[in-house]
């Protein structure tokens, strides 16, 4: 059976996969860009233990595996009677492995911003939540957006681990493919090629346009 | 932290001082940077401060705008203290709250202009107002494009700053720093960032707010003749404390110390 | 913790430090192959021949956009489809190596470019032929300010050595796996596994950082 034949009779549940990869990596996205921020800017605070939180966070989850993350958000919580369904637990630890490098991300952009940007706002008397909104964070936003385009590849990459425990994404239709047909060169090719799309000509793509958007925004076109 | 016990809560006096430092002292480790510094400044009156590199001319205005914390004295603005709160009959360090309070009665300038990159000039200007102050974006626009028209950038309002020159950069800095309506202006070294051709356009900006407005200025400067021209007072700084001031007319034409002899020596010979 | 077993937990101690050290081989021999591939595919990046040049900067954008489960799961499965068996060990390294590799080549090339364009032309003054160019005068420059990053995917690669367990190398999550489905008891084993990860990779971070320091201190830099 070649690639194209393969394609036709198993498009319906790649396509499916597909979907749910999509819908992990958006909710991943989302909850890892505000944990990023939150734990970013704690990590900047004046009051140790808020910066201490914030660091066991990063450390614990830059320091283990998403593996190792999936598995202990998926069989341990039950024990403590958090119970979490496999779909949201997917998502939560993708997004909340993402979120400590994002933090970094995060605090190396808001450190970006040369020192008179502060003193401007301070001179015309903002307070200090008033200065990180309106004037810091948008241009740490625009400092940062290169590595965050990284980023996002591998918080994409990283949603396959979500077939790990059952999460019928594509990685998982494509193993479950696999077992029923054997016929792995054309299922795992294609899920490779499925991937390569979404990364290259979708997610790259939007990211490229974000950075020149908020450069524009800055004035900086 | 230092006893402040002996400063007054407030001061008066006829015509009270607009700006006090009263032994005020500042230091980074053991390196004093100011000695205890006393300095009045009159309501409306525009002094300039010069001296060598080091000398502590910078963080005179820092202080003043609460960019930095001072080690001993207090600093009063409009006779209420500035850097201190009165509390049970004393003077204890100034709260987060009482400097938000009191830094509105300030505004700065600074040598590298730092407008907001993400912000047109107009946005920068009506940022403080708005944000700040509460006005309305209909009332902040029409202070703010006033004030634009006032330093010749009205036509460049909706320019994002990395589009304008460094005038013209700091023009809409003096603009964005007048919109607040501070009772005293601090100029640092605002034109030593700038290409020669391009100090004209910033200084005829200021001699026109020193003509038409009574604001209290303090100005840090290299530009020893723009200092003559526009000063009441000229405030000569060396080792952290003032060698020697009076009106521009004696200190740059009879200067006493030797130090400002010295110094007025040495520039005019670099230029 | 309520239900935290010290027993058990003494009783899975041996195999899990068993499987430790199945982990270590595997990501140092991985490393080790991406070492090598990766400078490879750096300089295969910057030959002459513009064809040659696209489709490796293209072979490279794939691997780094896909997933390396997938890649695992690629190797171990398509080979037998054409008659060549690899064993779970054998797949794993090449997965990870090649994903790697990949990496690394973009670590190397940044280095090289990194290299001030008067080190090239002061080889050519003194007559030196490409390879001795490279080899005696680039390459050493290149790799100073290619350790940080270098340092960091041998972190990175240790803690994707769980995904190996899905072929059935026995790494540390396919151990604390077979552990948690003997005894029906997840917490201890999938604990263990977080925290034998933090306390290898944080001070692998620490000493890295300490030795791209002393690196950096020797030559001068």
């Not at chain 1, 396959?160 to 047909?181: H, K, P």
């Not at chain 3, 990046?45 to 390396?68: D, G, H, K, M």
Request: proline share 5%; aromatic share 10%.
């Amino acid at each position: 059976m070649n690639l194209s034949d393969f394609v036709i009779q198993y498009w319906p549940r790649l396509l499916s996969g597909t979907g749910i990869t999509l819908a992990q990596f958006l909710l991943a996205a989302a909850l890892g860009i505000a944990i990023s921020l939150c734990m970013g800017l704690m990590k900047l605070s004046h009051n140790s233990i808020v910066r201490g939180a914030a660091v066991t966070y990063i450390e614990i989850f830059r320091g283990t595996s998403l593996v190792v993350q999936l598995y202990w958000i998926f069989f341990v919580l039950p024990l403590f009677g958090l119970t979490i369904e496999k779909f949201t637990a997917g998502y939560l630890a993708v997004g909340m492995n993402i979120g400590a490098y994002g933090a970094e991300l995060v605090r190396g952009g808001i450190l970006s911003v040369p020192k008179g940007q502060w003193e401007a706002a301070l001179a015309i008397n903002m307070s200090p939540a008033q200065r990180m909104r309106r004037i810091i964070l948008p241009q740490a936003l625009v400092n940062m957006l290169p590595p965050w385009g990284n980023l996002m590849i591998e918080l994409l990459k990283g949603t396959a681990l979500v077939s790990l425990i059952s999460v019928a994404d594509l990685m998982f239709e494509a193993r479950q493919i696999n077992a029923s047909t054997f016929l792995s060169a054309q299922v795992f090719g294609a899920a490779l090629v499925i991937y390569y799309i979404l990364a290259r000509f979708m997610v790259t793509p939007f990211m490229r346009w974000l950075e020149r958007y908020m450069a524009r925004k800055l004035g900086r076109a | 932290m230092h006893d402040v016990s002996a400063f007054p809560l407030e001061i008066s006096g006829t015509p009270t001082p607009m700006v006090s430092f009263r032994k005020v002292t500042k230091s980074y480790g053991t390196l004093t940077v100011l000695d205890e510094l006393d300095l009045d400044i009159a309501a409306g009156e525009m002094v300039s401060i010069i001296g060598p590199s080091g000398s502590g001319k910078t963080t005179v205005l820092r202080m003043l705008m609460t960019l930095e914390q001072i080690n001993g004295g207090v600093i009063y603005v409009d006779g209420q203290p500035l850097t201190h709160m009165p509390k049970n009959g004393t003077l204890v360090p100034a709260s987060q709250k009482h400097l938000r309070k009191r830094r509105a009665d300030i505004g700065m300038c600074f040598q590298h202009f730092n407008l907001f990159p993400h912000m047109t000039a107009l946005e920068n200007c009506m940022e403080g107002p708005v944000q700040v102050l509460g006005l309305s974006k209909k009332e902040a626009r029409e202070r703010s494009e006033e004030l634009l028209e006032m330093v010749g950038m009205i036509g460049k309002k909706d320019q994002h700053p990395s589009r304008l020159s460094g005038g013209q950069q700091q023009r809409v800095a003096i603009a964005r720093a007048l919109a607040m309506r501070p009772k005293v202006m601090l100029f640092d070294e605002v034109t030593s960032a700038l290409d020669p051709e391009v100090i004209g356009e910033v200084t005829n900006v200021i001699r026109k707010l020193v003509s038409e407005h009574n604001l209290t200025m303090l100005m840090v400067t290299h530009q020893m003749g723009f200092a003559r021209d526009i000063s009441d007072r000229v405030c000569f700084f060396y080792g952290g404390k003032i060698e020697e001031q009076g009106p521009p007319a004696e200190l740059f034409g009879n200067p006493k110390k030797e130090r400002t002899q010295q110094f007025l020596s040495a520039v005019k010979e670099a230029v | 913790m309520f239900d935290w077993k010290w027993d058990f937990t003494w009783e899975i101690l041996p195999r899990l430090i068993q499987a430790t050290g199945n982990t270590l081989i595997a990501a140092l021999a991985g490393y080790a192959i991406a070492v090598v591939l990766g400078l490879g595919l750096a300089l295969a990046q910057r030959t002459p021949y513009r064809p040659v040049t696209l489709i490796v900067r293209e072979f490279v954008e794939f691997i780094r956009s896909t997933p390396l489960i997938l890649q695992i799961f690629f190797v171990f499965y398509v080979g037998p489809q054409f008659g060549i068996r690899l064993s779970p060990w054998a797949s794993g390294m090449i997965a990870i190596g090649l994903h790697y590799s990949c990496y690394l080549s973009e670590v190397y090339r940044g280095g090289i470019e990194s290299v001030a364009k008067g080190q090239w032309e002061a080889a050519t003054a003194l007559n030196m032929t490409t390879a001795q160019k490279y080899r005696r005068v680039i390459i050493p420059q290149a790799i100073p300010p290619a350790l940080a990053g270098m340092g960091n995917y041998l972190v990175g690669i240790f803690k994707d050595t769980p995904m190996l367990s899905v072929i059935g190398v026995a790494e540390l999550i396919h151990t604390a796996n077979a552990i948690g489905s003997e005894n029906y008891r997840y917490l201890e084993p999938y604990t263990m596994v977080g925290i034998i990860f933090l306390a290898i990779s944080l001070p692998a971070a620490g000493l890295i950082r300490l030795f791209e320091a002393h690196v950096r201190r020797k030559l001068g830099l």
